[in-house]
């Protein structure tokens, strides 16, 4: 079955730290465009992070020298380490793949989401 | 960076037609061609229903169709059916090799 599956959200604290894994099935992985996705309680959707391929790498500018995206091709794995976590980044997040192949936004294969809050 | 600009609302009955908007700006809706729209029921991860402006994936209903004109994408539903109340987001790659996605436009069908 083609699927995604993300893992790794819980309560953190101000200032912590998380990793986010999103594990894919049922497609080859190594030649697609990843992102990571967010979505605030009630809110939005909103771009967070983009690997591509080739590893380069894509971030929005609010989580920008916080976030690192990452991915392990042999494990079909996506990774995203959270760091210096702040309140507004309470979300469900989302891995996704993005069909255009390169960071175009056409992501026609999306997780369930995993939930990531941050509070005292 | 702001989201892109969308209602926040809109309502129409069964079998009507409604077209949601979305305005940008030069340095991402007016600049290129990679608009996408993706439909989210509550409690659920969203789905692609169109890209690349006006392009649908297979599966999704042909009442579903996409344009664009300058800074602004539109998304029309013909045929209004109950399954399709649902949030709405519209979505364009930018200038600073990201995507944006607007705010969001909740529909109701009557």
């Known amino acids: 079955e083609v699927q995604l599956v993300e893992s790794g959200g819980d309560l953190v604290q101000p200032g912590g730290s998380l990793r986010l894994s999103c594990a894919a099935s049922g497609f080859t992985f190594n030649s697609d465009t990843m992102h990571w996705v967010r979505q605030a309680p009630g809110k939005g959707l909103e771009f967070v992070s983009a690997i591509r391929s080739s590893g380069a790498t894509y971030y929005a500018s609010s989580v920008k020298g916080r976030f690192t995206v990452s991915r392990d091709n042999s494990k079909k794995t996506l990774y995203l380490q959270m760091g210096s976590l702040r309140d507004e980044d309470t979300a469900v997040y989302y891995c996704?793949?993005?069909?255009?192949?390169?960071?175009?936004?056409?992501?026609?294969?999306w997780g369930r989401g995993t939930l990531v809050t941050v509070s005292t | 960076q702001s989201a892109l600009t969308q209602p926040a609302s809109v309502s129409g009955s069964p079998g009507q037609s409604i077209t949601l908007s979305c305005t940008g700006t030069?340095?991402?809706?007016?600049?290129?061609?990679?608009v996408s729209w993706y439909q989210q029921h509550p409690g659920k991860a969203p789905r692609l229903i169109i890209y690349?402006?006006?392009n649908r994936p297979s599966g999704v209903s042909n009442r579903f169709s996409g344009s664009k004109s300058a800074n602004s994408a539109s998304l029309t539903i013909s045929g209004l059916q109950a399954e399709d109340e649902a949030n709405y987001y519209c979505?364009?790659?930018?200038?600073?090799?990201?995507?944006?996605f607007g705010g969001g436009t909740k529909l109701t069908v009557l």
């Open positions: 690349e402006v006006s």
């Open positions: 996704a793949r993005d069909s255009s192949g390169w960071i175009w936004g056409y992501f026609d294969l």
């Open positions: 979505c364009s790659y930018t200038s600073s090799s990201t995507v944006m």
């Open positions: 030069s340095n991402d809706v007016g600049a290129y061609k990679f």
